[in-house]
């Protein structure tokens, strides 16, 4: 990905002002593209068009101006908090002043001094995040072996093979679900901290989904209860998302389950003389994890 900084201001300006003009378009699309609803007559927009100018400008070309200034300064804001977290304290005045500077064509350094420096810089920032990355991975781990380790002495746990700690709170009735059958859970979803990532209740609908389909830590600790059941999976990161993690679950994350298995819905056989249905790509079924 291209470096904030070798982004010029007049590029960073135009590419703003892009991007506005293509969710405009995309806005406009999207009305006119939706179905009138029977019986509806047109009325006005109840709120001024996006375009209107202020009374705090002359113009709408000054009033433009202004706003795309104030959402390039936000957006370099933004981005010197995300680097004071990384332990980068750049002064704020120097930013300000190296743009005032570009606008007045009398910069200090020269084209290929700021090429370097920005270089530089950008190695910088790389090593700090992924030395960041590494720690909170470790730090993860850590947290997650103690968790696993307290979480295991309490009555009634047991492992699964693959190292899944559960605790059965309800067995349920009938057969338990094979790799091959749709099960449709509700679930909630926590990190070793207690952070809330995912939560089915909230939505207000379970989830649906065969069960090969998903982290290796459902397939096997969901096949503990049956239809009716209810199970809490303490789910290491090697059968869950592992070193790399996925957002909204940082790496070596320690997974916890609260899943209620509502139904198990049998795969259905094929016809005889019947071709196998073809297989969906690697990984398309877990995006819906």
Known sequence: MKSLFKVTLLATTMAFALNAAQVMAADSTASADAPATAGATA??????????TSDK?????????????????????????????????????QLI??????????????DEEIEATLQSFEARVKGAAQAKMEQEA????????????????????????????YKVEKPGTGKAPTN????????????????????????????????DGVIPGWTEGLKEIRKGGKIQLVIPPEQAYGKTGVPGIPANSTLIFDVELLDIKPAAKPAEGAKPAAEAPAGAAETNK
């Open 97 to 110: 002043a190296g743009v005032q500077d570009a606008f007045g064509n009398k910069s200090k350094l020269t």
């Open 57 to 93: 400008f002359k113009s709408s070309e000054e009033q433009a101006a202004y706003a795309l200034g104030a959402s390039l300064g936000r957006y370099m804001d933004n981005s010197l908090k995300e680097q004071e977290k990384l332990g980068i304290k750049l002064d704020k005045d």
């Open 180 to 211: 091959s059958d749709t099960v449709v859970v509700n679930y909630k979803g926590t990190l070793a901290d207690g952070t809330e990532f995912d939560n089915s209740y909230k939505r207000g609908e379970p989830l649906s989904f065969r069960l």
């Open 138 to 165: 470790k730090d993860n781990a850590e947290k997650g072996d103690k968790f696993r380790a307290d979480y295991a002495k309490q009555k009634g746990v047991k492992k699964t093979a693959g190292g899944v700690l």
């Open 43 to 52: 009325t006005a927009p109840a709120t001024a068009p996006a375009n209107a």
